[in-house]
């Protein structure tokens, strides 16, 4: 078992590495000068090489990648005397950094990833992200329960009913669910129930997880607005878990031990729950833990069109203000919780299946 965590780690890694070089390649191609970004299209040529030498956009392509891969490492190399050098262990880049030894004026550093600062706040842009990612993990979590709890009710009442109207209904339903952008979905939903219906259901169009009072500025936790950018969210997973389960539950109910188990004169009920769900909810629990990761990256359009700022939002505002050091460090934030949440599922699996660990 040791053996299977290590190579997974050791896979995970790797994918993060590649992620880590397409992200700086694909970046560094992109028309357009950082230090014009941070000081306008009227600085001046001493201000310009100032700040391209800061951010070490001076040197060659090869050494600002490393430069690049020694800030997200959590292990690095810092020069601990020379101010001027881009390697220099500066406490406002690296807060938290322990040197763990020192040869000459170098010293191996433990710090968090460096994600860099961005060219508009200022701002630290790991810092921006912890901010923003508790409001996405809440919208995902919202999203995959109401997915799992409804999904598996529905698709339950599918194949008991198989055939009827009300099953056709929730087929026709599944397949529109999984085919509607998730972009039209959420601006159908905030036009429905915010605007034409917004007098009967009370839910707002635009709105984050905190309100501000307009008379006395105090911030309150406003759940309401989690509604609707919920619902927009969770409607893929649940087209998807509504037909798996229908079609893992019927698949259970045409073998022989439910009707053995009907043979021996239990009722419905105790054989569809005790012995057909249980082996039923397999490759929707397999749906379901690979949904949660995609879910957050995929909360661009319906945080950004609900005015929900999680990491969503920070993504979109960041390319209409052409903000790349916040883009990148999105981008690797929200492929960094992929890969975690593959490995978590794969260590998972080969606790549930020991077969897993031979693959």
């Known amino acids: 078992m040791t053996l299977f965590i290590v190579r997974r780690l050791v896979y995970g890694i790797l994918v993060l590495w590649g992620v880590v070089t397409v992200i700086f390649v694909l970046f560094n191609i992109l028309p357009g000068d950082a230090s014009r970004m941070l000081l306008g299209q009227r600085a001046d040529i001493s201000s310009v090489a100032a700040i391209k030498k800061e951010l070490g956009l001076d040197r060659p392509l090869s050494i600002q990648y ?27 880049k690296y807060p938290s950094a322990k040197v763990l030894f020192r040869f000459g004026k170098h010293a191996i550093v433990l710090k968090e990833p460096y994600l860099r600062q961005s060219y508009q706040s200022k701002r630290n842009v790991s810092a921006i992200l912890l901010e923003a990612f508790p409001k996405t993990l809440l919208l995902a979590t919202a999203s995959i329960l109401l997915a ?22 929730l087929l026709i339903f599944s397949s529109l669910g999984m085919s509607v952008p998730s972009f039209f979905a959420a601006i159908l939903i905030a036009w429905l129930f915010a605007d034409i219906l917004g007098k009967y259901t009370g839910l707002p169009m635009f709105g984050s997880l905190y309100s501000v009072d307009d008379y006395t ?6 759940l309401k607005n989690l509604i609707l950018p919920a619902l927009t969210l969770g409607i893929r997973p649940l087209a998807i878990v509504i037909s798996l389960m229908r079609s893992a539950l019927l698949d259970v109910l045409s073998q022989d031990y439910i009707r053995t188990a009907y043979a021996k004169g239990l009722n419905s009920w105790r054989v569809i729950v005790h012995h057909a769900l249980r082996n039923a909810l397999n490759p929707v629990v397999t749906a379901i833990t690979g949904w949660f990761a995609s879910l957050m990256a995929g909360a661009v359009f319906v945080e950004y069109v ?24 999105a981008v690797l934030f929200i492929a960094a919780i992929l890969i975690l949440t593959n490995i978590a599922v794969d260590i998972i699996y080969a606790l549930l299946d020991p077969r897993v660990r031979l693959a």
């Open 66 to 92: 490393l430069n690049f891969l020694n800030d997200l490492s959590p292990i690095s190399v810092h020069n601990t005397q020379d101010s001027g050098s881009f390697w220099y262990l500066s406490h406002l």
């Open 148 to 169: 799992m709890v409804v999904g598996i009710v529905l698709g339950i009442v599918a194949a008991l009913k198989k055939d009827s109207a009300l099953d056709k209904f």
């Open 217 to 222: 500025g105090e911030v309150y936790l406003n």
């Open 306 to 329: 609900f005015d929900w700022k999680g990491i969503g939002f920070v993504i979109v505002d960041a390319l209409e203000k052409y903000d790349l050091p916040v883009l990148m460090g």
